[in-house]
Each structure stands twice: as C-alpha cells, then as structure tokens.
C-alpha cells in the first residue's frame, strides 16, 4: 500500500519507465502501424470478404472450394510438392552440415549458397529453361554421349517445379541447419566418443535429439516458403495439370474472374493448411529437449 | 576390448608427437604410468598438455611415435575402442538427458544388461553424493554438482585411465578445494591411473603422486610434488613451481655443490642445480624464503601486502630487478631494506637457461 501511495508522488514519466514504458518503446510504433495498416487490417478484410461471395451466401466460396476438383485438388498438388521437396532439403542438407561444421573455409562455401537466394526465382526458373530444356546443355550433352536417344522432359512439369523448388530451398534450409549444428558444444561428442559411442550412436544419441528443435523450424519455415510457391509454378510447371498450386487457383480467381471473395477465401483455406501442418510440426517438437544444446558452464 | 585392460599395469607414451601445421603443439613425449598412480601433467597453457591428454583419450590422431597400455597399442584404435574416462573442463554433460542416462550412457554403450548397468548407475552416482539429482536434467545442477556427474559419467565404466582436462578451473576457489578431496578419494577407491591437466601447480601438488611439468610441447621435468618443488631442474619450472625471484648474478667461488655469487656488489650463497658452466648465472627464490635481513641485497620496498600469517611485498633490487619477499610485520614504501634467504633456497641456474 505504501508503495503504491507513494507512486503517485512520482512524475508520470518515472511511473511509465517503472512499467516498462520509456522513450525507447515509441521505436517500435512504425512496427506496429506497419503491422496493423497491412497485415492486420487485409487479413481481416479478407476475411470478412471470404464470407460474402457474390451469391450472397455466408459459406458459398467455401462450399464453391470443396466441390470443385478443379480446385480442392490445389491443396493435395501444393503440399505434394511442399512436403516432399522440404524433406528432401532436409535430408541433403543435415549430412552436409555434419561435414561443413568441421570445416574452415566455411565462409566461401555460405555465400556461394547464398547466391541462389539473392538471385530470386525467376532468374533461377529462365535458367533452368535454358539449361534442362528439350534444346539445353544438359539434354544436348546426354544426348551427344548416347545416353539418352530423345530429351528428357525435366521442365514444363512436377520435375522442373520440384528441382527449382530444391535450388532456392536447399540454401536456405542448409544455412538454417548449418547454424543449428554449430550451435551444439562438439565438446559433447567428444564425451559421448570416449564413452564408447561410435560414429552412428553419437548422431543418433547426442546430435540427432538436440538438432530436432532446430530441424522443426527448419521444416516450417522451408516449408512455408516451398507452399507458397508461385512463379516457378507458372514457369517451369504445368500450371493447369499436376502443378496447379494454391496459389494459381487464387490468382485466377482474383485476376482472371475478378471474384475477389473467392480469391480471400482460398487465400484463408491456404493459411488453415499452413497453420495446420506448421502446428503438427511445431507441437512434435515439443515433445523433444528442448534447452540450451551446451555441455554445462563455458 | 576394454575388458582386456582391466587388469593393466601401465600406460607408456614412447616419443609421442603431433603437430598442427608446422607448428609442433607436441615434440617428443615419453613418459609411463604405473597402475594406481595419480599423475598431473602440469604447464603453462599452450604447453602441450591438452593436447597430450587429447592424444591418449584418441580425440586427436598422433603425428608420431606410440601409446600403450601394457603391450597393447592405443594409439591406433578410436577414442570409442580405448574405454578410457574422461572429464571435460566444460563438463561436456548430455543436456538432453537426466543425470542418470549421462551417467549409464556409456554401459548403455558398452551394451551392459539394463539391470546392472542400473546397479552400477546407482553406485556411482553414491560416490559423487548426488543420488538424489538422478532424475534432473544436467542445467538444473549447480557448476559443481555438475563436474561430480562428469566424474560419475567417467568412472562408472570402470576404465583402466581416467583422464581429467582442468576439471576444476570453472569452479569457486572453495569448490575446488572441496573437489580436490573428492577426487582424491574417487581416485582412490578405483585403483586406475588417473591423469590430471591442469596449469594451477597448487591444485596439481596436492592432488598428484607424481607431477609432469611441461613447456613448448616438451617434457621439463617428472617428479613427485616435493621434488619439483625443492629441486626444480631447470630456471623455467622453478619458475612455474612458484621461485618468483629471478635475479641475474655472477659466479665468484664454487664448491661442491654450492656457489658465492655477486649482486650488484653485495653477495649470496647458492645451490647449484643443473649445469653451471659459465660465471652467468640466474639465481632462483621463492618469495617465501627471501626475507628482510641484516646483510643481504639492498633494496627498495614499493609494496607491502597483509596475507594471513605474513606480509608480502615487492622491492626494487639491485640494478633495478624486481624482488619479491615476506616479511612478518608491515614495511612501508619507500623504506630501503636489506634481502637475503638460506643458501639451501638459493637456486643457481645457468644465465643462458631459459
């Protein structure tokens, strides 16, 4: 009681201060006007909008989504390609990682993956036309040598959108791994070697169980990226057949049947499928160690 | 294959060597170790005796020469092959895991029946008094519960060598001296060789039957704690086995084993040790047995400590050399004094020594 009493004898600014509000808090003001202008506010509009389709009904563009093949299939084709292509970066990239950490040149190596980053996905996919086309290097090369009599068809299909999903991906999901490994004390290791734990037994005793936090926010986040897939979609896929992804379903209802609810309302159903396997992810992991990856005191 | 060293009687390093680069971390080491010993390896740090250690426990890959636990060569078998214990100074424990699966991580390993490995868990979480932690994660222990797990981890599989890399150097000075019993008595009760890195001399004669001092990658001198610290072979481990008085001197008589030597004028008697060749010569002294005197090296005092029993301080000796002595009362600044020690103290090394 004093002490609230007292309180009140403090200047406004000192009480602010005493709960956490000083100058140093309007930095994030922008943020927080940024957020809501236009992330806050669209998603709900969308919302709103998903819910009043031209119909006039409140679940139409929803019962619309479900009965149509053409585009509930969107779903199964979009997390056909997500999933496996984020697995397979994974699975790539961990083995990898384990020999890197050991290495000193590491900084040679990071941006040489960087680069696919910065280069974006379109530059990527005109690459890869040119270069895994029916008239590019690669098949003229096989082709040259024998090995094949007609082209391989690796683009304007799931293979061409598959493998440019796995060029922009793997870096990304390597550097993430790459930074969680190095992250675990090798100090541990080294104990679990002297106490006998061969090469496989100290992956899978020591690292394999202090990497899976760090591999889940991997997945999610590489996942996220891989769902959301859209221009290699359309550049190297087939984007009316088995690369017909969420996201082309809902650029068509927005820009080629200007049914802008419709369009909301996959924009929702893909946010629900995101959320959802990001969650399963998410609370797997948490059945796992989850602390600091260090021996003890450094 | 660790079943077969159980009952070993020593560890031999024949000229053991390991470079990193053309930097020679490791010369030429040869040493043995007789069963039940307790052996320090002590150095300055970058002296070679982590990577010593890290050489016996097979963590680093030798450069040359050979180990060997009786007639059978380790050097060449994996660090998992060898079953020898050891003590990480950052404690190295699973965090994922309770103190109890650190601790049977190795039986589980070695492929040690459930019911045993769970016996034998038990008996060595006892001999670290931490019984009642057993189901705590590793950073829910204090720093010195967790380095007992650590040791309890280590010994628990029974190793013929148990190798400790400055177990205590992250822990409170009173800890460590708790620590130092633990281990002693641990040690004591396994009747294996332990081998003990550490660059804190103190830690490393109480602890130690026998002490291995090193410098650059090379052995100095072995010896038990009371040898290395009366009879240090050469200038640079007296220095590392506390003769912080480095005075440079000249010869003026010998006899036998002792010399009169010059400081600046005034004069002393010495021990030789080692090889005196020339009139140069450095003359080693603990600050513990330079003391304020009658005749002796004139000196300045510049400053006075109170440490319990004595004073310690620092004075200006002859042409300018730093002396450092005790003294049982208080000497202010500035008061001129004059120094001398008991010939037996006075260590006369060769002046080109290092």
New interface residues.
Partial sequence: MSDTARNHHLPLKMRLSAAGFDGVTLLVLPAILLLVGFFVYPFFYGLWLSFHPKDGSVFGNYKTFFSDPFLYETISKTLWLSIPVTILNMATAVPIALRVRLMKNQRLLTTILVLPITLGTVLVAEGMLNYLGPQGWFNRTLITFGLISAPLKLVHNYTGVFLSLVITGFPFTFLLVLSYLTGI?P??E?????????PI?RFR??LL??LVPGLAVTFCLGFVQAFSVFPSAVLLGAPSGPTRVITIAAYEAAFEQYDYSLASAIAMIMGVVLLAIIGAVLAARSL??R???????? | MSATFQSFKSLRLDRVGRDFGRHNALKEIDFSIERGEFVALLGPSGCGKSTALNCIAGLLPTTRGSIWLDETRIDVLGPEERGFGMVFQNYALFPHMTIRDNVGFGLRMRGVARAEAGKRVESALATVRLTDQADKLPGQLSGGQQQRVAIARAIVIEPPLVLMDEPLSNLDAKLRLEMRQEIRRIHAGLGSITLYVTHDQDEAMSLADRIVVMRAGEVRQIGTPEDLYERPLHLDVADFMGYRNRIPCRVLTRSGGMASIDVAGAQLEGSIRGTLVGDEAVAAIRPDDLCVADVGLDAVVEACEYRGHNFFGSARGPGGVELFFRSPKRVDFGTAVKLAAEPAKVLLYDGAAT
């Fill in positions: 004390d100090t541990l080294k104990a679990a070697a002297t106490l006998g734990a061969g037994s005793h020591i169980p202090l796992f160690y602390g600091p990856a260090g021996g003890g005191k450094g």
